[in-house]
């Protein structure tokens, strides 16, 4: 059974970091596009960054600078590195992985990240 599951979150003051990791269990890793999402309170998903098989990562306009988002194949692990955190960036951080060849499209269960100012 696909599992996707995050770690990392937490609670954290304005201005500073945190990283989670997205351990991918029982998928042929190496070939998923790998991505990270978050909603707020009130608002949809929406994606924060994504990188695929063998490329590099993409970032959405609020967060590039500050998030690198980077990929383990060998550890079926994802991560993000947040910084200079904002109360704005405070949501459940999802990891999402996808194959356009196999049409499978996999969610983990989330993980809290809460930003006080």
């Known amino acids: 059974q696909v599992q996707l599951v995050e770690s990392g979150g937490g609670l954290v003051q304005s201005g500073g970091s945190l990283r989670l990791s997205c351990a991918a269990h029982e998928i042929n890793f190496s070939i998923y596009d790998m991505g990270w999402y978050r909603q707020g309170p009130g608002n949809k998903r929406d994606l924060v960054a994504r990188?695929?098989?063998?490329?590099?990562?993409n970032y959405a306009d609020s967060v590039k600078g500050r998030f690198t988002m980077s990929r383990d194949n060998a550890k079926n692990t994802v991560y993000l590195q947040m910084a200079s955190l904002k109360p704005e960036d405070t949501a459940v951080y999802y990891c999402?992985?996808?194959?356009?060849?196999?049409?499978?499209?996999?969610w983990g269960r989330g993980t809290q990240v809460t930003v006080s100012s």
């Open positions: 990188i695929f098989s063998g490329g590099t990562p």
């Open positions: 999402n992985a996808y194959s356009f060849l196999r049409n499978n499209n996999y």
